[in-house]
């Protein structure tokens, strides 16, 4: 699996633009659990393989609400500080091999984080089956990103049914992940992102019938509802994607390049959630808040530097996460995005970062209750619960700026202006 991202950033200032590159209630009879506290080890579930009601070709079925989901969403009160919330994502979402989709789950249940799997519809169809694909302006069957052996695809499926039964939410990376050249998806109009949309839920939804395989479990969810958001290759053709997904319904859009850790806003109806410049320990730019970014920087494109430079950068791309995090979370309290990919690049610092970095966060969120792990469907569903004023002073809030007089001030309507 290859899900990376080789464009050049804009919209950040000549510094950043110059040094990064690109990549993007309780069910049944579970327990409700309080935001920040799904998830936690000893807390029971659902069977793995829940019964349901077959959909379609029985690739998917409906089993109830989704577990593990936190208590609905209250506006803040006046006078209330905003908790910090932490975005972890992942693009592509396809387990081949390497265990990390199984490692990052398993972690973020022993830490109660939630997280969003960008899953690429093309995961799930076998490459015997390639010629179903029809990417705008591209050959039929082709993709710049590889297909799936059979074993992994199935490997995929568990992973995918695990997320979604542990509480995760599952998005879209789309199909092909087209960044260059004629057919790259930066030139695609709403109507080509339609095509490709649908063709990303189809192969979620008859991944029975183009697999063959009767012996697995469906996916325990329903991905027309299920599918609310996506993430495009290389952070890529937001403008064309957006009258699409503003059509369909889709309540956010984490594709936007250039992001900055202030409180987002809408454009065109749907939520924008950018990947975000933060801190770069060390030096004097900041960089974009994706693993490949990270890399990007540090060996310019090259996923296999010498491993001499492992443990620096390890410790580097740590530091630039938890950076990010501490200086959301001691001013204006803006959400912090976080992507990745499931990939060893430059043997695994990226995975160890990421995972330092939760672990850290989970510390903070245990120790002072004010942080949330949580995935961009959960982050949505409590924007849309707050009022809309207070949500546009907070968007008075520059980055690394904490209101003048205090939160209870300033989220009371009294404190104007932000220091």
């Avoid at 987002?264 to 960089?287: C, I, M, T, Y």
Wanted: charged share 20%; aromatic share 10%; net charge positive.
């Amino acid at each position: 699996m290859r899900d990376v991202s080789r464009r050049g950033l804009l919209g950040l200032g000549a510094g950043v633009a110059a040094a990064a590159a690109l990549a993007g209630c309780g069910s049944g009879d579970t327990p409700t659990v309080s935001p920040g506290k799904q998830g936690r080890p000893g807390h029971p579930g659902p069977p793995r393989h829940p019964v349901g009601r077959p959909i379609g070709d029985g690739s998917t079925s409906y089993t109830g609400k989704q577990p593990h989901q936190p208590a609905a969403p209250e506006k803040l009160e006046p006078g209330q500080k905003p908790p910090q919330f932490v975005i972890f994502s992942w693009d592509g979402a396809g387990e081949v091999g390497n265990g990390l989709f199984p490692r990052f789950l398993q972690l973020a249940e022993d830490h109660g984080a939630h997280m969003t799997f960008f899953l690429s519809g093309l995961y799930l169809l076998p490459e015997s089956k390639k010629r179903l694909y029809h990417g705008p302006n591209n050959m039929v069957g082709a993709s710049d990103i590889g297909y799936l052996t059979d074993a992994h695809i199935k490997e995929t499926l568990k992973n995918v049914r695990r997320a979604w039964l542990d509480g995760h939410e599952i998005g879209t990376h789309f199909n092909g992940h087209f960044c260059a050249g004629t057919g790259t998806v930066a030139n695609w109009t709403p109507a080509q992102w339609r095509s490709e949309i649908d063709q990303a839920k189809s192969f979620v939804k008859q991944w029975r019938t183009n697999t063959g395989w009767t012996d697995l479990p469906s996916l325990p969810f329903d991905y027309d509802k299920e599918l609310i958001g996506g993430r495009t290759p290389c952070l890529l053709g937001q403008s064309g994607l957006l009258p699409t997904a503003r059509e369909l319904g889709w309540r956010y859009d984490a594709s936007s390049p250039g992001g900055r850790q202030r409180w987002p806003d809408k454009k065109q109806g749907v939520w924008d959630l950018p990947l975000q410049a933060v801190p770069f320990p060390g030096r004097s730019f900041e960089v974009l808040s994706m693993d490949y970014n990270m890399l990007a920087n540090q060996s310019h494109n090259s996923t296999k530097a010498p491993a001499y430079n492992y443990p620096a950068w390890r410790k580097q791309s740590t530091e630039a996460y938890i950076a990010g995090f501490k200086r959301a979370y001691e001013t204006n309290r803006a959400p912090f995005f976080i992507g990745n990919h499931f990939e060893q690049w430059n043997g695994g610092i990226y995975m160890d970062a990421v995972e330092e970095a939760l672990k850290h966060i989970a510390a903070t969120a245990e120790k002072h209750g004010d942080v949330r792990l949580v995935s961009f469907r959960q982050y949505v569903d409590w924007m849309d619960a707050q009022d809309p004023k207070v949500l546009d002073k907070l968007r008075t809030l520059d980055v690394g700026q904490r209101p003048a007089q205090g939160w209870r001030e300033f989220t009371s309507g009294q404190g104007a202006n932000p220091s």
